[in-house]
Nanobody, 127 residues
Framework: QVQLVESGGGLVLAGGSLRLSCAASGRTFSTYAMAWFRQAPGKEREFVAAISWSARATYYADSVRGRFTISRDNAKNTVYLQMNSLRPEDTAVYYC????????????????????WGQGTQVTVSS
């Protein structure tokens, strides 16, 4: 079983930065892809960023590319999302997710690729 706990959310002014963290339990972390999704009020959950088990590949939604950076520290079982130049439209609950990708081909942008999800952390960007 894998458990994910997000932290780092909060209230920030437009143009500011936040770094989200997601701590994972379980020995499979180092062989699993990690991803961030978000859900704004009244909208469906959407893909934000993902990183492969080896960290050799990263993927971003067009809306955040160049502003957000995903990274992972397998020694700490933690994935990060550095968010810069935040905009009011980035306001959402951000969810961490993980699923196996070692030796398999997955769609990193699809929710179905991730078997485990965190509870989410609120990010609010004020104008």
């Amino acid at each position: 079983q894998v458990q994910l706990v997000e932290s780092g959310g909060g209230l920030v002014l437009a143009g500011g930065s936040l770094r989200l963290s997601c701590a994972a339990s379980g020995r499979t972390f180092s062989t699993y892809a990690m991803a961030w999704f978000r859900q704004a009020p009244g909208k469906e959950r959407e893909f934000v960023a993902a990183i492969s088990w080896s960290a050799r590949a990263t993927y971003y939604a067009d809306s955040v590319r160049g502003r957000f950076t995903i990274s992972r520290d397998n020694a700490k079982n933690t994935v990060y999302l550095q968010m810069n130049s935040l905009r009011p439209e980035d306001t959402a609950v951000y969810y961490c997710a993980t699923g196996p990708d070692y030796g398999v081909s997955i769609d990193y942008r699809a929710e179905r690729s991730y078997a485990y999800w965190g509870q989410g952390t609120q990010v609010t960007v004020s104008s």
